[in-house]
């Protein structure tokens, strides 16, 4: 009987992308930190003076080019946010500033230790909700604070810190202290101003990327097991006098499924560790002691350590979008369901429109129980590339000649038969405004097509 191929193995990038953006000495922490930037979870970091808190954070932003506001906790009024309060009437209005976060992307408060009492309270809607004044922030995506270690005031003298609200404390999905100082040959390029390397913004957004595409179909193979896994380290903790809420129980499961989904920890084990050792909110308040946590997270491993079947190991090892889903077309309704949304929004939006154009059919004919929630997000590629097919005529007759519909006629001028429905996918790209290599588009569609035939099961990856 002959042997089924071996998984591949997983093997982490090498942790550099931080240090790219000229961040030493926070290797250990990068996928935590790629983690929460793909599931746009807020970070609170805690830290002394000097550890490069803020410069990480205004890095990030940079590099994921964000609309960044930074505001110090310490002096900040409610004004600050929401912008400058002008009598109308029997009301108040408020006007805008620019330095206000209504449009803000990424938000940072830094020392938020020393924030007063009464405008901790008012952040807790920004960094939970995404809200102020009861109003939804649609542009924000990331909120991150940091803050000096619990205590530290007390013990150095500083004036005007305040311990952190323990709720507020609590929305904050990860919770990390910061490395030591750099040593060595990183102190001495971070005394001479670390460099940042070429390139390091299109690494970091392609890795948050890759790891928001996967988060899907990680929780299809691990969900159930991460589930069991902090159900039991949850009892393990509260044993040792560490008690969680119930939100903290849900932000430990989206944050070990978003590390594992990085693919840059080798082993789950370590990387369920890493999440849920920075995601225990005590250490704002009053630290954490290791042993514990260690002991907890190891009386609850054996949810995580039973072996997956050959299929979703073979998942779990794939990069390529379109190879994964033909990997879960094997598998069950959940597991090709949550497979194809992350491929979907991994892809380019030229490409979608093929994969739709072509996959959809083949859906309804062989996997008709599939979920809805599958179908209706192919529904809305497959409805931009059938508006196009009922002017196609007109369209390829009065494209212009150069650039992009140049490309697209010359290209289609040599198609044979088999070819053909690429043709509506090309002109709807155009006629959306989307950008695409028209090469690369339809050799990406020709596979789609060798993939997915409405009259044959998928082919094998």
């Not at 983690?35 to 550890?51: K, R, T, Y």
């Not at 940091?146 to 929305?171: C, F, K, S, T, Y």
């Not at 033909?326 to 949304?341: F, R």
């Not at 290209?411 to 509506?424: E, K, L, V």
Request: glycine letters at 8%; proline letters at 8%.
């Amino acid at each position: 009987m002959s042997k089924s191929p071996p998984s591949p193995a997983r093997v982490a990038p090498p942790p550099q992308l931080l240090r790219d953006l000229g961040i030493l000495g926070w290797e250990s922490l990068e996928p935590l930190v790629v983690a929460a930037l793909a599931i746009e979870a807020p970070i609170l970091l805690i830290g002394p003076h000097g550890v490069a808190k803020s410069l990480l954070l205004e890095r990030l932003a940079g590099a994921l080019g964000s609309v960044f506001r930074h505001y110090n906790a310490s002096t900040l009024n409610f004004d600050d946010l929401v912008g400058f309060p002008v009598p109308d009437g029997e009301r108040v209005k408020y006007l805008r500033t620019p330095v206000d976060a209504w449009d803000a992307e990424a938000v940072f408060l830094d020392e938020i230790n020393r924030c007063r009492p009464d405008m901790q309270n008012r952040l807790f809607p920004l960094i939970h909700e995404r809200k102020l004044q009861g109003h939804p922030l649609p542009r924000l995506r990331h909120r991150w604070a940091a803050m000096n270690p619990p205590g530290a005031g007390e013990e150095q003298g500083w004036i005007g810190v305040e311990r952190i609200d323990v709720a507020l404390a609590d929305r904050f999905p990860f919770v990390v202290e910061t490395p030591e100082a750099p040593r060595g040959e990183d102190r001495i390029a971070l005394i001479r101003g670390p460099e940042v390397q070429g390139g390091a913004a299109e690494r970091l957004n392609a890795a948050v990327a890759e790891a928001r595409g996967r988060r899907q179909t990680t929780e299809a193979v691990h969900g159930r097991g991460v589930a069991q896994y902090i159900d039991a380290l949850a009892d393990a903790l509260a044993v040792a006098g560490i008690d969680l809420s119930g939100r903290r129980l849900r932000f430990l499961y989206d944050g070990v499924l978003a590390v594992i989904a990085t693919e840059r920890v080798p082993e789950l084990r370590d990387a369920a560790f890493l999440a849920v050792r920075w995601a225990i909110p005590q250490r704002a308040t009053g630290g954490v002691e290791e042993l514990k946590l260690v002991a907890a997270h190891q009386a609850a491993w054996r949810y995580l350590s039973g072996p997956a079947d050959p299929l979703r190991r073979a998942l779990l090892g794939e990069r390529d979008p379109l190879t994964r889903v033909q990997i879960a077309a094997g598998g069950d309704d959940e597991l090709l369901t949550a497979t194809l949304l992350d491929a979907r929004a991994g892809l380019a939006p030229v490409e979608r429109l093929a994969l739709g154009s072509r996959i959809f059919p083949w859906l309804v004919v062989h996997r008709p129980s599939l979920p809805g929630v599958a179908y209706e997000a192919l529904a809305e590629d497959v409805a931009k590339v059938n508006a196009v097919v009922e002017h196609l005529e007109l369209i390829a007759t009065h494209a212009p000649e150069y650039g992009l519909a140049g490309e697209i006629s010359r290209a289609i001028a040599g198609f044979a038969a088999d070819d053909a429905w690429i043709i509506p996918v090309l002109w709807a790209g155009f006629a959306n405004k989307f950008t695409m290599p028209v090469p690369a588009t339809v050799a990406f569609a020709r596979r789609v097509a060798s993939a997915f035939d409405p009259l044959q099961p998928a082919a094998a990856a």
